[in-house]
Protein backbone atom coordinates (compact mmCIF):
# COMPACT_ATOMS: atom_id res chain seq x y z
CA UNK A 1 0.00 0.00 0.00
CA UNK A 2 1.64 3.28 -0.59
CA UNK A 3 2.65 5.26 1.98
CA UNK A 4 2.21 8.86 0.61
CA UNK A 5 0.32 11.44 2.65
CA UNK A 6 -1.54 14.33 0.90
CA UNK A 7 -0.61 18.13 1.58
CA UNK A 8 -3.54 18.49 3.62
CA UNK A 9 -5.07 15.81 5.81
CA UNK A 10 -8.56 14.45 5.21
CA UNK A 11 -11.34 15.30 7.47
CA UNK A 12 -11.68 13.97 11.07
CA UNK A 13 -14.34 11.18 11.40
CA UNK A 14 -16.17 13.31 13.46
CA UNK A 15 -16.28 16.05 11.01
CA UNK A 16 -17.07 14.02 7.88
CA UNK A 17 -20.59 13.78 8.34
CA UNK A 18 -21.26 17.46 9.08
CA UNK A 19 -22.90 19.70 6.56
CA UNK A 20 -20.01 22.62 5.55
CA UNK A 21 -21.05 25.84 6.31
CA UNK A 22 -22.11 27.87 2.91
CA UNK A 23 -22.45 24.48 0.72
CA UNK A 24 -25.34 23.65 -1.55
CA UNK A 25 -25.73 20.06 -1.40
CA UNK A 26 -28.02 20.34 -4.49
CA UNK A 27 -25.06 21.81 -5.80
CA UNK A 28 -23.69 25.27 -7.45
CA UNK A 29 -26.67 27.55 -8.47
CA UNK A 30 -27.57 28.04 -12.03
CA UNK A 31 -25.94 31.39 -14.01
CA UNK A 32 -28.90 33.36 -14.34
CA UNK A 33 -28.24 32.87 -18.02
CA UNK A 34 -28.25 29.19 -18.04
CA UNK A 35 -31.02 27.14 -18.80
CA UNK A 36 -33.86 26.91 -16.14
CA UNK A 37 -33.62 23.90 -13.47
CA UNK A 38 -36.17 20.61 -14.67
CA UNK A 39 -39.03 20.78 -13.18
CA UNK A 40 -40.12 18.71 -10.46
CA UNK A 41 -42.42 15.94 -10.85
CA UNK A 42 -45.52 15.72 -9.44
CA UNK A 43 -46.22 14.35 -6.17
CA UNK A 44 -48.05 10.98 -6.40
CA UNK A 45 -51.28 10.84 -6.34
CA UNK A 46 -52.01 8.04 -3.81
CA UNK A 47 -54.41 8.40 -0.86
CA UNK A 48 -52.06 7.62 1.87
CA UNK A 49 -50.06 10.54 0.83
CA UNK A 50 -52.60 12.62 0.42
CA UNK A 51 -53.78 11.94 3.68
CA UNK A 52 -50.62 13.46 4.79
CA UNK A 53 -50.15 16.51 3.01
CA UNK A 54 -50.02 19.67 5.44
CA UNK A 55 -49.44 17.28 8.53
CA UNK A 56 -46.33 16.73 10.43
CA UNK A 57 -43.89 13.93 9.07
CA UNK A 58 -41.09 13.34 11.44
CA UNK A 59 -38.06 11.62 10.21
CA UNK A 60 -36.24 10.48 12.97
CA UNK A 61 -32.93 10.27 10.73
CA UNK A 62 -30.50 12.95 10.01
CA UNK A 63 -29.32 11.34 6.69
CA UNK A 64 -29.51 13.48 3.89
CA UNK A 65 -29.87 10.04 1.38
CA UNK A 66 -32.51 9.00 3.47
CA UNK A 67 -34.25 12.69 2.69
CA UNK A 68 -33.69 12.94 -0.37
CA UNK A 69 -35.69 9.47 -0.73
CA UNK A 70 -38.69 10.19 0.47
CA UNK A 71 -38.44 13.32 -1.47
CA UNK A 72 -39.09 11.52 -4.40
CA UNK A 73 -42.22 9.78 -3.68
CA UNK A 74 -43.33 13.28 -2.92
CA UNK A 75 -42.39 13.82 1.19
CA UNK A 76 -40.78 16.73 0.94
CA UNK A 77 -41.49 18.88 4.29
CA UNK A 78 -40.02 16.56 6.32
CA UNK A 79 -39.42 17.51 10.15
CA UNK A 80 -35.76 15.91 10.92
CA UNK A 81 -35.77 14.57 14.67
CA UNK A 82 -33.04 12.43 15.47
CA UNK A 83 -33.37 9.72 17.76
CA UNK A 84 -31.88 9.74 20.95
CA UNK A 85 -31.66 5.90 21.34
CA UNK A 86 -28.14 4.61 21.50
CA UNK A 87 -28.27 1.88 19.13
CA UNK A 88 -25.33 -0.32 21.74
CA UNK A 89 -28.17 -3.27 21.34
CA UNK A 90 -25.78 -6.81 21.90
CA UNK A 91 -24.04 -7.66 18.73
CA UNK A 92 -25.22 -11.13 20.26
CA UNK A 93 -28.69 -10.64 18.33
CA UNK A 94 -29.25 -12.09 14.36
CA UNK A 95 -27.98 -9.34 12.27
CA UNK A 96 -32.02 -9.21 11.26
CA UNK A 97 -33.14 -8.87 14.59
CA UNK A 98 -30.49 -6.34 15.56
CA UNK A 99 -31.15 -4.09 12.73
CA UNK A 100 -35.25 -4.55 12.96
CA UNK A 101 -34.92 -3.72 17.24
CA UNK A 102 -32.72 -0.69 16.22
CA UNK A 103 -35.17 0.72 14.38
CA UNK A 104 -37.86 0.11 15.47
CA UNK A 105 -36.63 1.32 19.42
CA UNK A 106 -35.59 4.81 17.31
CA UNK A 107 -39.11 5.40 15.86
CA UNK A 108 -40.31 4.70 19.42
CA UNK A 109 -38.32 7.01 20.89
CA UNK A 110 -38.97 10.01 18.73
CA UNK A 111 -42.73 8.91 18.34
CA UNK A 112 -42.64 9.14 22.16
CA UNK A 113 -41.15 12.73 22.59
CA UNK A 114 -43.34 14.46 20.12
CA UNK A 115 -46.49 12.58 20.95
CA UNK A 116 -47.02 15.56 23.11
CA UNK A 117 -45.77 18.44 21.39
CA UNK A 118 -47.52 20.95 22.71
CA UNK A 119 -46.47 23.51 20.13
CA UNK A 120 -46.45 21.53 17.23
CA UNK A 121 -49.02 19.16 17.71
CA UNK A 122 -48.76 15.09 17.39
CA UNK A 123 -47.18 13.64 14.38
CA UNK A 124 -48.85 12.06 12.01
CA UNK A 125 -46.24 9.98 10.76
CA UNK A 126 -43.14 8.90 12.53
CA UNK A 127 -40.85 7.19 9.96
CA UNK A 128 -37.21 5.46 11.44
CA UNK A 129 -34.59 3.31 9.53
CA UNK A 130 -31.31 1.65 10.43
CA UNK A 131 -29.07 0.11 7.94
CA UNK A 132 -25.84 -2.47 8.59
CA UNK A 133 -23.40 -4.13 5.98
CA UNK A 134 -23.15 -7.67 7.08
CA UNK A 135 -20.02 -9.29 6.36
CA UNK A 136 -19.72 -13.14 4.44
CA UNK A 137 -18.67 -14.24 7.76
CA UNK A 138 -21.88 -12.58 9.53
CA UNK A 139 -19.70 -9.43 11.52
CA UNK A 140 -22.28 -6.62 11.94
CA UNK A 141 -20.55 -3.69 10.11
CA UNK A 142 -21.54 0.01 10.99
CA UNK A 143 -19.71 3.32 10.14
CA UNK A 144 -15.90 3.43 10.79
CA UNK A 145 -14.33 4.81 13.62
CA UNK A 146 -10.81 6.05 12.69
CA UNK A 147 -8.73 5.68 9.06
CA UNK A 148 -7.11 2.59 10.33
CA UNK A 149 -10.81 1.41 10.98
CA UNK A 150 -12.33 2.15 8.08
CA UNK A 151 -8.94 1.25 5.62
CA UNK A 152 -9.58 -2.56 7.43
CA UNK A 153 -13.63 -2.40 6.85
CA UNK A 154 -13.18 -1.78 2.91
CA UNK A 155 -10.23 -4.17 2.78
CA UNK A 156 -12.52 -7.04 4.77
CA UNK A 157 -15.20 -6.53 2.32
CA UNK A 158 -12.83 -6.22 -1.06
CA UNK A 159 -11.37 -9.90 0.40
CA UNK A 160 -14.55 -11.67 1.25
CA UNK A 161 -16.11 -11.23 -1.51
CA UNK A 162 -20.02 -10.49 -1.18
CA UNK A 163 -21.92 -9.44 1.85
CA UNK A 164 -25.36 -7.66 2.43
CA UNK A 165 -27.01 -4.60 2.99
CA UNK A 166 -29.68 -4.95 5.42
CA UNK A 167 -32.10 -2.02 6.20
CA UNK A 168 -34.89 -1.88 8.49
CA UNK A 169 -37.61 0.47 8.67
CA UNK A 170 -40.07 1.57 11.40
CA UNK A 171 -43.16 3.99 10.71
CA UNK A 172 -45.52 5.02 13.29
CA UNK A 173 -48.61 7.05 13.53
CA UNK A 174 -51.26 7.52 16.27
CA UNK A 175 -54.63 5.98 16.41
CA UNK A 176 -57.78 8.47 16.64
CA UNK A 177 -59.63 5.47 18.99
CA UNK A 178 -58.37 4.92 22.54
CA UNK A 179 -57.39 1.19 21.27
CA UNK A 180 -54.21 0.15 23.31
CA UNK A 181 -51.05 1.07 22.59
CA UNK A 182 -52.20 4.60 21.05
CA UNK A 183 -50.81 3.94 17.66
CA UNK A 184 -50.00 1.56 14.55
CA UNK A 185 -46.60 0.14 14.09
CA UNK A 186 -44.88 -1.61 11.15
CA UNK A 187 -41.65 -2.64 10.17
CA UNK A 188 -39.79 -4.41 7.28
CA UNK A 189 -36.40 -5.45 6.73
CA UNK A 190 -35.29 -5.49 2.88
CA UNK A 191 -31.70 -7.06 2.15
CA UNK A 192 -29.44 -6.73 -0.88
CA UNK A 193 -26.15 -8.98 -1.84
CA UNK A 194 -23.24 -6.47 -2.83
CA UNK A 195 -20.33 -8.14 -4.28
CA UNK A 196 -16.64 -6.31 -4.17
CA UNK A 197 -14.58 -5.93 -7.32
CA UNK A 198 -11.96 -8.37 -6.42
CA UNK A 199 -9.16 -6.34 -8.65
CA UNK A 200 -9.57 -2.95 -5.79
CA UNK A 201 -6.09 -2.09 -5.42
CA UNK A 202 -5.17 -1.38 -1.39
CA UNK A 203 -4.06 2.24 -3.52
CA UNK A 204 -7.86 2.31 -4.31
CA UNK A 205 -9.22 1.87 -1.25
CA UNK A 206 -6.47 4.09 0.55
CA UNK A 207 -7.40 7.05 -2.00
CA UNK A 208 -10.90 6.51 -1.35
CA UNK A 209 -11.07 6.26 2.58
CA UNK A 210 -8.98 9.72 2.34
CA UNK A 211 -12.06 11.11 0.44
CA UNK A 212 -14.29 10.22 4.08
CA UNK A 213 -16.83 9.96 1.36
CA UNK A 214 -17.65 6.64 3.28
CA UNK A 215 -17.28 7.75 7.11
CA UNK A 216 -20.89 8.39 7.77
CA UNK A 217 -21.97 5.16 6.13
CA UNK A 218 -22.67 1.55 7.19
CA UNK A 219 -20.12 -0.43 5.92
CA UNK A 220 -17.46 2.45 5.09
CA UNK A 221 -18.66 3.11 1.51
CA UNK A 222 -21.77 5.05 -0.48
CA UNK A 223 -23.02 3.41 -3.53
CA UNK A 224 -24.60 6.62 -4.50
CA UNK A 225 -21.26 8.24 -4.62
CA UNK A 226 -17.57 7.09 -5.22
CA UNK A 227 -18.03 4.26 -3.41
CA UNK A 228 -19.38 2.66 -6.40
CA UNK A 229 -16.05 2.37 -7.66
CA UNK A 230 -15.53 -0.80 -5.52
CA UNK A 231 -18.53 -2.62 -6.73
CA UNK A 232 -18.85 -5.01 -9.26
CA UNK A 233 -22.56 -5.41 -9.00
CA UNK A 234 -25.72 -5.79 -6.18
CA UNK A 235 -28.43 -8.07 -6.28
CA UNK A 236 -31.51 -6.96 -4.89
CA UNK A 237 -32.93 -3.11 -4.30
CA UNK A 238 -30.40 -0.35 -4.93
CA UNK A 239 -31.49 2.24 -2.65
CA UNK A 240 -31.98 0.04 0.11
CA UNK A 241 -27.89 0.11 0.07
CA UNK A 242 -27.90 4.20 -0.37
CA UNK A 243 -30.26 3.71 3.13
CA UNK A 244 -33.57 3.17 2.70
CA UNK A 245 -35.57 0.62 0.54
CA UNK A 246 -38.11 3.11 -0.70
CA UNK A 247 -40.84 0.58 -2.33
CA UNK A 248 -41.29 -0.65 1.17
CA UNK A 249 -41.34 2.03 2.76
CA UNK A 250 -44.49 3.40 1.03
CA UNK A 251 -46.07 -0.05 1.74
CA UNK A 252 -45.60 0.74 5.63
CA UNK A 253 -47.43 3.97 5.16
CA UNK A 254 -49.75 3.10 3.24
CA UNK A 255 -50.66 -0.08 5.79
CA UNK A 256 -50.68 2.24 8.87
CA UNK A 257 -52.23 5.50 6.80
CA UNK A 258 -55.34 3.32 5.38
CA UNK A 259 -55.61 0.00 7.49
CA UNK A 260 -57.22 -2.92 5.89
CA UNK A 261 -60.87 -2.69 7.05
CA UNK A 262 -61.39 -6.29 7.45
CA UNK A 263 -58.27 -6.58 9.73
CA UNK A 264 -59.83 -3.98 11.85
CA UNK A 265 -63.57 -5.67 11.66
CA UNK A 266 -61.81 -8.97 12.83
CA UNK A 267 -60.09 -7.02 15.76
CA UNK A 268 -63.58 -5.70 17.29
CA UNK A 269 -65.37 -8.97 16.76
CA UNK A 270 -62.80 -10.48 18.81
CA UNK A 271 -63.18 -7.66 21.37
CA UNK A 272 -66.89 -8.18 21.63
CA UNK A 273 -66.35 -12.17 21.83
CA UNK A 274 -64.09 -11.45 24.60
CA UNK A 275 -66.60 -8.88 26.08
CA UNK A 276 -69.23 -11.61 25.96
CA UNK A 277 -66.78 -14.58 27.76
CA UNK A 278 -66.49 -12.10 30.81
CA UNK A 279 -70.38 -11.96 30.61
CA UNK A 280 -69.95 -7.51 30.70
Known amino acids: MSNSIPSEPPPSYEDAHRPVPGLNRAGPALSPRGPPPPRAPLPLNLPALTLLRGK ?29 FAENLPKTLSPFEYVLQTATEKAMDVYQREIDNKEKGEPALVIAADTVVISHRGRILEKPRS ?6 MLTMLRDEGTHKVC ?15 GYALETHVEETAVKFDATVTDDLILAYVRTRDGADKAGGYGIQTAGTIL ?28 PDDEEELADDDDEFAHSDDDGI
Open 56 to 84: RIVLASQSPRRRQLLAQIGLVNLEIVPSK
Open 167 to 181: TAVAVMTPLESAKDP
Open 231 to 258: IEKIDGSYDNVVGLPLRPTLKLIEKVMM
Open 147 to 152: EADHIS
